[in-house]
């Protein structure tokens, strides 16, 4: 057998089957859904029972009642009986209420001014007379009214006095209208009806109104009795065309799927009996078979998408093994270059991580080296500021020499309290000497740690100490503005005092040659800095502000520096966050730097 008439034979089984497995499944949700539409509405038929059940023998307890059966000939009580049945309907939500004697006639109604009134009716061949009058309980009756013609629910209780002697019976319909419009077809079902049949298979309800009154057993070969015919009088009864197909294959015995006739070639339902709570009916919920066709069609195609996926997979899986044969013998080569690619791999990336790691050293030389830049800029301040330093201390060390001599002098005389008052020009004349050189100490030593919260009044007020210190400074007029608050700031104290000292010492060389030279020393704040302003009335800058913090650009002399005060300063604050910038100010003659650092807030 060729491979093609294998596959063809394969496939047209698959067909098979999965039509036959839609078919099986079809029928089994189509039964599921007329299941659950089936319970749902036997539960709203014995809601609707069980509401009026109890209201008859409720009645029948009314003394009223009892008073019009044994007073029949008494108007104003049959009138009183007649007006309270009036208000039992109203209250109750029936359509009629009526009483009756022991012989089936009624004596009073709640219609009994209307011309089609119960009064003066005999209803003793009706079964829910004498059934309540057989059973002495409650009855229920289904049937067309006499005089409405009307479909309606009877309710009755027999009426018995104080020594059980049956007096009559009441009675209540009920109109089943209610019932047939709360048949709600659900939306997954575009075609299902409902008919509810008595015991002799007669329609008294249906979701079709051409079904009502038809015999929905037309096989059974009996024609409706005479009681049927009193329950629907002038109802012909006619036997609804229909054709019974079986039980197909998936649902139970109590499904069955019947076509019925008259339209056409007829609709195919399948219909699905099941019997409603304490009365002889039967409810019988039709469910078109059409959506079984739509979903043998589905399993049809699922089947055939199945086989076609199996075919391509066998298909797949031969040709994968013919290709793995020519794949091995490559393998063999691909390995072999693999390996020799993979040591040229190793052998690049040993190289890429010796280039690395040089750089990672280059970059911690050039860290260091930064660092000691730094270092060196503070300490080539402090060697320029040093013959300052040390007319600063010639002075008190002058001052301090003269004291002694003259102390020793007013010792030999025996005047102590000049000598005390020397000692005292002294020891303040050492404490003087003792916090400058505590000060140059602090700024040459390099910076601890991180950056941290920081007052920035605190290295203004350190690089101020070290500046007056110069001789070069005594004439100027120094103007710092110190805020009452502490201005925190994100910096290092020794790296923002290097700044300063920087700033305030290019300000002094700025105006030696100024006339009257000042300098001036404000802090400013916005909403997230701090801005310290460091403004002289000297010459100004001259040519682009940016290119003074080019490293070794300088306008000095070579004895003033080398240019590099501002570069490292620049870095130093860009290091913390901050900006540097300088320009020529515009209030007037001189220069103006601006320092610029982040808030902090004491708490962090």
Known sequence: MSFRIAAFLVFGLTLLVSWALGGWAGYRQVEQESLEESFRYRQLVANELNRYLPIPELMAEHPLLEKALENPDAPGVILQAN???????????????????????????NNYQQEDSFVGSNYAFRPY????????????????????????LYFSHPILDSRGTLLGVIVVKVLVHELESQWHRPASLSEAEMVVLDKAGISFLASEPGWLYRDFEPD???????????????????????????????????????????????????SVRTALPRLDWTLQVMVSTRSVLWTRLAFVLGGA???????????????????????????????????????????SNRQLLEEIRERER?????????????????????????????????????????????????????????????????????DKMAELTRQFKVFARK??????????????????????????????????????RPALCHGDLIRIEQVMVNLLANAVQAVEDVAQPQILIDIEQTDAFWKCLVRDNGPGLQGNTEQIFEPFFTTKSVKQGLGLGLSISRQIVDALGGTLTGRNRLDGPGAEFVLTLKKREAAE
């Not at 309907?89 to 009624?106: E, F, K, M, P, R």
Request: glycine letters at 8%; hydrophobic letters at 40%; proline letters at 4%.
């Open 129 to 152: 007379f004498y059934e309540a009058v057989e059973s002495r309980d409650s009855a229920i009756y289904f049937a067309l009214g006499l005089m409405s013609r009307e479909r309606g």
């Open 447 to 484: 910076s601890e740690g991180p950056p941290a919260v920081v007052d920035l009044r605190l290295p203004v007020d350190a690089s101020l100490k070290i500046i007056t210190a110069q001789q070069a400074s005594s004439d100027i007029d120094m103007q710092w503005h110190r805020p009452e």
């Open 83 to 109: 007006e309270e049945m009036q208000r039992m309907a109203t209250i109750v939500g029936s359509s009629d209420v009526y009483l009756i004697d022991v012989n089936g006639l009624t004596i009073a109604a």
């Open 362 to 430: 280059t970059q911690n030389e050039l860290r260091e080296t930064q660092q000691e830049l730094i270092q060196a800029a503070k300490l080539a301040v402090l060697g320029q500021m040093s013959a300052g330093l040390n007319h600063e201390m010639n002075q008190p060390l002058t001052a301090i020499q003269t004291y002694a001599r003259n102390s020793r002098r007013f010792l030999e005389k025996g005047a102590d309290d000049m000598v005390d008052a020397n000692l005292s020009e002294i020891v303040q004349l050492c």
């Open 305 to 347: 998408a199945l086989f076609f996926g199996g075919l391509l997979t066998w298909l797949y899986l031969r040709e994968r093994y013919r290709r793995e044969a020519e794949l091995a013998l490559r393998g063999e080569q691909l390995e072999r270059r693999v390996a020799e690619r993979t040591a040229d791999l190793e052998s």
């Open 220 to 270: 059974s070969g009996v024609t409706p009795e005479a009681e049927s015919h009193q329950r629907y009088p002038g109802r012909n009864l006619a036997p609804i065309p229909m054709q019974k197909l079986g039980s197909p294959l998936g649902v139970s015995e109590r499904s069955e799927k019947i076509r019925l006739l008259g339209n056409g070639n007829g609709t195919e339902y399948l």
